[in-house]
């Protein structure tokens, strides 16, 4: 039986094997993938091209690239397409030509209002189907299975009884919606995915081609790794550093976590501890600004809320949650007696400053035009020119004019699994639109709750983690934002900018909530440990992000509103919970600690995450009594 779950869930999850392509054919790709960049790069910031115009020609060449980059399955080969993907990225083609030369047409047509043509239901139709298989390939079977349910329910839900009916919706009113508004497949994620998110994440290709992770490394090492479980530390500094930039959890593991995972390996860290402190670091580099990642500007491009206010409200939060980390980090390295980095291993201050001040030239760039009003599109095209100027300076961090293509091309490549996340989620987006199952689910959810928020946050809670579970964060926070958004905001009166960072961060968090969690994969590979174990234990590290949400939703001083009061006493407050939490999870502190005394510090840190006022002040007392009696009795 365990091996049938095992088996299931390997194929509900599995993706296809990425190739790396060798002679004539790696060439071509490559250089494909570059134009696809430039050109993308171009419409994102000194074009004039429609929205739908821009969408529909560029989810075309991407999927052009799924079906020759990504095997149909882990036993694909690794070094050539086969026939098939080739009639299938063909296909990809000839469809993107198509709505290419009737775009004018498309773009002036009365949705349900003008009738299908035949033409016009073939390659609407043929779209989907490749979106779904591209989806297959590059997320896993699961979030295509999900897509698959939703055009069920879309076409026969009116067969079905009771709330979840719905009117009648024929095969060209889906495909019309789905297809040829900008409600569906050409919606938000794929606009975002064709502008913010991909300026960003080729601002940090280019960082990491010019070696900024190992600057970001090195400035870590200098912070704490001297300290007790100093490998460990470098590892949340560095992934934080480095993680605001990638905007993904996966990513972030993979970049930092070779180097500082065989680190923590050798100086005495098991494989799943190791792991599981780059996997918490990583995490939560999604969440820290200046950059945090393409959750955040869809999040900005949904709600309509300027970029620069969410990250200014998202700041306090993300520095709360790796104060967490950092503090169990410490916490744990000193229960288990964990060295510091050697002394020979340590950089020296004014080497790093040397080699990486190119680094903090376009970060501060970016901080200035943020400030300035910028777009985020501008933003990254401003931090990536200056790191292209900058980088020149110096022999080490130059870019030269061959890596400059493989940049291009690389972030293109990069964007492969993005954009198939992201076409998936258009086409839930348009199904819950058709359907009005929005309102059905918020009639659900306001049922379990009888019109409690802490209950309904509860719910959302849990049910953006399953959502996410082994999908990229994008498309974990649309479905939550489609979904659970509308209840929050509207039958619970959550302030918009609170509701849905409160989602941001859960759906950020499903990348390591077992069991699937696909941030803990990554890091398996390197670690040579058990994924669930490396999950279980980055859920620890990670216990103050399943507060802190909560916390900012009763208390908006958190996202830096309201009197410069009412924000420090709130900050102030919150800071001791989390210390509270850190020393209750990890069970520790001069001495291990009875399992009562680490009860009472999680109610002490749970009662100041409530409002200002006579709870928060019992919290504060239990917690300091706890550690005035401990540091007696040590």
């Known amino acids: 039986m365990r091996n049938l779950i095992s088996q299931l869930a390997f194929l509900f999850f599995s993706t296809g094997v990425r190739r790396k392509l060798e002679g004539l054919v790696g060439h071509v790709v490559t250089g494909y993938a570059a134009a696809v960049a430039v050109w993308t790069t171009y419409q994102a ?15 075309s060449l991407m999927l052009v690239l799924v079906f020759i980059l990504i095997g149909s399955s882990s ?11 080739y009639s299938l990225a063909a296909c990809s083609l000839f469809v993107g030509i198509y709505f290419v030369l009737n775009i004018p047409e498309i773009s002036t047509r009365i949705s349900l209002f003008n009738d ?42 009116d067969f079905f009884e009771g709330p979840l009916r719905h009117g009648e919706i024929t095969s060209d009113h889906f495909l019309d919606i789905s297809v040829f508004t900008s409600d569906g497949l050409f919606g938000i994620p794929i606009r975002v995915a064709a502008t913010y998110a991909f300026v960003f994440v080729m601002f940090g290709t280019f960082l990491e081609k010019a070696k900024g992770g190992d600057f970001f490394f090195n ?70 600004p200046p950059i945090m ?31 967490g980390v950092y503090l169990q980090v410490h916490l744990r ?31 501060i760039a970016m901080i200035i035009a943020l400030v300035n009003g910028y777009s985020p599109t501008y933003v990254a095209v401003f931090g990536t020119f200056a790191l292209l100027v900058v980088s020149q300076f110096k022999k080490d961090t130059r870019i030269t004019i061959k890596s400059f293509y ?13 954009t198939g996340a992201c076409a998936a989620a258009g086409l839930v987006i348009g199904g819950i639109t058709m359907t009005g199952l929005a309102t059905k689910f918020s009639y659900f959810v306001f049922l379990f709750s009888e019109n409690n928020v802490f209950p309904a946050l509860v719910c959302g809670a849990i049910l953006t983690i399953i959502l996410g579970l082994g999908m990229p964060t994008p498309s974990a926070y649309i479905l939550a934002a489609v979904l659970i958004g509308p209840v929050f905001v509207n039958d619970l009166g959550i302030p918009i900018l609170s509701a849905h960072l409160f989602l941001l961060y859960y759906a950020v968090m499903s990348a390591m909530t077992p069991p699937v969690a696909v941030a803990a994969y990554a890091a398996s590979a390197i670690a040579d440990a058990n994924p669930l174990s490396i999950a279980l234990n980055a859920v620890v590290f990670s216990i103050v992000a399943f ?46 600690l009875s399992l009562l005394t680490r009860m009472l510090f999680f109610i002490g840190a749970f009662c100041t995450f409530f409002p200002i006022g006579w709870i928060t002040l019992i919290g504060l007392i239990v917690g300091f009594s706890l550690l005035f009696y401990l540091k007696l009795t040590k």
């Open 75 to 85: 036993t694909s080969l690794k070094t050539k397409p086969s026939l098939a993907d």
């Open 333 to 363: 390295s000193l229960k288990l007696g964990l060295n510091p980095m050697p002394t020979d291993s340590m950089p020296s201050l004014n080497e790093t400053l040397v080699f990486g001040w190119v680094f903090l030239v376009p970060l």
């Open 219 to 288: 400035i870590a090492a200098l912070i704490s790794g001297n300290s007790p479980g100093g490998p460990a530390k470098v590892a949340v500094f560095s992934s934080a550093l480095f993680g605001t930039v990638s905007g993904s959890p996966t990513s972030d593991v993979v970049t930092t976590g070779s180097i500082t995972i065989p680190m923590m390996k050798r100086l005495g860290y098991s494989g799943s501890l190791a792991g599981a402190v780059e996997v918490a670091a990583s995490t939560g580099g999604s969440l820290l």
């Open 406 to 418: 493989e940049c291009l091309a690389y972030t293109t490549i990069r964007m492969v699994s993005v």
């Open 547 to 592: 507060f802190v949400p909560f916390s900012f939703i009763f208390n908006q001083e958190l996202l830096l509103l309201g009197s410069n009061l009412n924000i420090s006493l709130v900050v102030i407050s919150v800071t001791c919970g989390v210390i509270f939490i850190a020393i209750g999870s990890e069970g520790y502190l001069f001495n291990h």
């Open 116 to 157: 299908l043509s035949s033409t016009q239901h073939f390659f609407s139709t043929l779209l989907i189907l490749l979106t779904l298989e591209a989806t297959r390939r590059t997320v896993g079977a699961g979030l295509m299975f999900i897509v698959v349910l939703f055009i069920i329910y879309n076409l026969y839900g």
């Open 293 to 323: 990642g393409s959750a955040a500007f869809i999040m900005a491009e949904f709600t309509g809320i300027p970029y620069s206010q969410i990250i200014i409200a998202a700041l306090i939060p993300a520095l709360l949650y790796y104060l």
């Open 45 to 59: 910031t000194l074009s004039s091209i429609d929205v739908l115009a821009l969408s529909i020609i560029f989810l």
